[in-house]
């Protein structure tokens, strides 16, 4: 028997609109096994981004996902996808509504119990990272489940969102 290749990727979103709605589209999928959702920490220096993007000066924390999907007809592993391309942030009002607005919809959702969860830390920017690095990342943190209800503004400080 062959070795099992684990599959993986980066979603490729241009715009933030387009990042909420990759994060949606997989929350909705039938083959969502979790949703992971992180923050990153706060970056104020250049010294403190190791190759990352430098508009995470200007907008960090940001939030980055990991969809877990099982796939029929996927042999083995699960497909893991990263979606973490354009900075989703509450640094300035705009963005705040678009962060709000997103986990507003998620949690209108109801997913299971274990399909939703979240980082309980925050985490390295991973935009940078190879898409196996950045899953690491994310997904190698303590996190918990959603067991409460809660609003968007309890998940971002259950999440330790800290805007400057």
Known sequence: ???????????????????????????KSPHLK?????????????????GADNNLLQNSPILQAVAVLALPYVPGENVTVVIDSSEISAQRSARASE????????????????????????????????????EQAILGTDYAQLATAADEDDLLQRMQYKPS
């Open 34 to 50: 979790e949703l992971r959702l992180a923050v990153t920490q706060a970056y104020r220096y250049e010294v403190e981004l190791k």
């Open 1 to 27: 028997m062959t070795e099992q290749t684990k599959i993986r990727f980066r979603a490729v979103t241009t715009s933030t609109n387009d990042t909420v709605a990759a994060i949606l589209a997989y929350a």
């Open 99 to 134: 962060l709000k607005g997103l986990l507003g919809a998620l949690l209108a959702l109801n997913l299971a119990p274990g399909k939703l969860t979240y980082s309980l830390t925050p985490v390295v920017a991973t935009n940078h990272l190879a898409v196996a690095e950045a």
